[in-house]
Protein backbone atom coordinates (compact mmCIF):
# COMPACT_ATOMS: atom_id res chain seq x y z
CA UNK A 1 0.00 0.00 0.00
CA UNK A 2 1.48 3.33 -1.11
CA UNK A 3 2.55 5.79 1.60
CA UNK A 4 0.00 8.99 2.24
CA UNK A 5 1.11 12.87 1.49
CA UNK A 6 2.71 13.92 5.10
CA UNK A 7 0.29 16.22 6.93
CA UNK A 8 2.16 18.64 8.55
CA UNK A 9 1.35 21.98 9.45
CA UNK A 10 3.34 25.74 8.30
CA UNK A 11 3.72 29.01 9.68
CA UNK A 12 5.16 32.28 7.60
CA UNK A 13 4.60 36.13 8.54
CA UNK A 14 3.41 37.62 5.98
CA UNK A 15 6.19 40.18 3.98
CA UNK A 16 9.04 37.78 5.09
CA UNK A 17 11.46 35.70 2.95
CA UNK A 18 11.98 32.28 3.72
CA UNK A 19 15.77 31.07 2.37
CA UNK A 20 17.75 28.06 3.18
CA UNK A 21 21.02 29.75 3.44
CA UNK A 22 19.14 31.31 6.53
CA UNK A 23 17.60 28.26 7.49
CA UNK A 24 14.35 29.31 6.97
CA UNK A 25 12.85 27.56 3.67
CA UNK A 26 9.69 25.59 4.31
CA UNK A 27 10.55 21.34 4.52
CA UNK A 28 9.26 18.38 4.08
CA UNK A 29 10.83 14.90 4.46
CA UNK A 30 9.83 11.34 4.39
CA UNK A 31 11.97 7.90 4.70
CA UNK A 32 9.41 6.73 1.59
CA UNK A 33 9.57 10.10 -0.22
CA UNK A 34 11.63 8.99 -3.96
CA UNK A 35 14.58 10.45 -5.15
CA UNK A 36 13.94 14.02 -5.49
CA UNK A 37 17.18 15.03 -7.46
CA UNK A 38 16.23 17.09 -10.52
CA UNK A 39 12.39 17.47 -10.45
CA UNK A 40 10.03 20.17 -9.65
CA UNK A 41 8.31 20.92 -6.24
CA UNK A 42 5.08 22.91 -6.29
CA UNK A 43 3.18 24.15 -3.51
CA UNK A 44 -0.11 25.13 -4.35
CA UNK A 45 -1.70 27.37 -1.53
CA UNK A 46 -5.26 27.30 -1.38
CA UNK A 47 -8.99 27.99 -0.01
CA UNK A 48 -9.44 27.03 3.76
CA UNK A 49 -13.29 27.23 4.85
CA UNK A 50 -12.12 29.10 7.75
CA UNK A 51 -10.26 31.63 5.59
CA UNK A 52 -12.79 34.30 4.68
CA UNK A 53 -10.29 36.75 3.26
CA UNK A 54 -8.65 34.81 1.48
CA UNK A 55 -6.89 35.99 -2.36
CA UNK A 56 -6.18 32.13 -3.41
CA UNK A 57 -4.79 30.22 -4.61
CA UNK A 58 -1.31 30.91 -5.41
CA UNK A 59 1.35 28.63 -6.21
CA UNK A 60 4.86 28.50 -5.55
CA UNK A 61 7.47 26.31 -7.77
CA UNK A 62 11.02 25.41 -7.02
CA UNK A 63 13.62 22.93 -8.81
CA UNK A 64 15.23 20.87 -7.03
CA UNK A 65 18.94 20.49 -7.52
CA UNK A 66 20.33 17.64 -9.54
CA UNK A 67 22.56 16.51 -6.48
CA UNK A 68 20.35 17.47 -3.33
CA UNK A 69 21.01 16.29 0.09
CA UNK A 70 19.54 14.51 1.52
CA UNK A 71 17.78 13.20 -1.52
CA UNK A 72 14.97 13.01 -0.11
CA UNK A 73 14.10 16.21 1.48
CA UNK A 74 11.32 18.71 -0.31
CA UNK A 75 12.78 22.35 0.28
CA UNK A 76 10.69 25.63 -0.69
CA UNK A 77 11.88 29.23 -0.58
CA UNK A 78 9.81 32.11 -0.59
CA UNK A 79 10.78 35.73 -1.43
CA UNK A 80 8.94 38.45 0.44
CA UNK A 81 7.21 39.51 -2.81
CA UNK A 82 5.88 35.51 -2.56
CA UNK A 83 4.78 35.45 0.70
CA UNK A 84 3.10 38.72 0.14
CA UNK A 85 0.51 37.17 -1.95
CA UNK A 86 -1.48 36.17 0.82
CA UNK A 87 -4.10 37.58 3.06
CA UNK A 88 -3.82 36.78 6.82
CA UNK A 89 -5.55 33.38 7.94
CA UNK A 90 -5.31 29.34 7.98
CA UNK A 91 -5.35 27.70 4.25
CA UNK A 92 -4.86 24.30 2.55
CA UNK A 93 -1.62 23.47 1.03
CA UNK A 94 -0.14 20.46 -1.02
CA UNK A 95 3.33 19.86 -2.01
CA UNK A 96 3.83 17.84 -5.52
CA UNK A 97 7.01 16.63 -7.15
CA UNK A 98 7.35 16.16 -10.60
CA UNK A 99 9.85 13.56 -10.78
CA UNK A 100 12.83 13.31 -13.77
CA UNK A 101 10.92 10.89 -14.98
CA UNK A 102 7.78 12.74 -15.19
CA UNK A 103 5.59 10.90 -12.41
CA UNK A 104 4.05 13.22 -10.05
CA UNK A 105 3.91 12.27 -6.57
CA UNK A 106 2.14 14.57 -3.95
CA UNK A 107 4.76 14.93 -1.31
CA UNK A 108 3.17 16.72 1.65
CA UNK A 109 -0.56 18.18 2.73
CA UNK A 110 -1.59 20.06 5.26
CA UNK A 111 -2.81 23.67 6.52
CA UNK A 112 -0.59 27.05 6.04
CA UNK A 113 -1.09 29.87 8.45
CA UNK A 114 -0.23 33.45 7.56
CA UNK A 115 0.12 36.11 10.02
CA UNK A 116 0.20 39.78 9.67
CA UNK A 117 3.47 41.52 10.28
CA UNK A 118 3.74 43.68 13.12
CA UNK A 119 2.42 46.63 13.22
CA UNK A 120 0.14 45.82 9.75
CA UNK A 121 -3.57 47.09 10.18
CA UNK A 122 -6.47 44.63 11.38
CA UNK A 123 -8.51 42.85 8.73
CA UNK A 124 -11.51 44.09 10.28
CA UNK A 125 -12.39 47.45 12.08
CA UNK A 126 -12.33 46.15 15.92
CA UNK A 127 -15.84 47.85 17.65
CA UNK A 128 -15.49 49.90 20.32
CA UNK A 129 -17.98 50.02 22.85
Not at 10 to 24: C, P
Not at 99 to 117: C, Y
Request: no cysteine; hydrophobic share 35%.
Amino acid sequence: MPEAPIATHQEITKGDSYKAAESRALKWWASWYPNLAGSTLTMTVGYDDSNIYGSSPVVWTQVVPSTPSPVSTASIELSSVETEQLNEGDYDYTVTAKLADGDVFTLAAGKISVLSAPGEAPLAPIETL
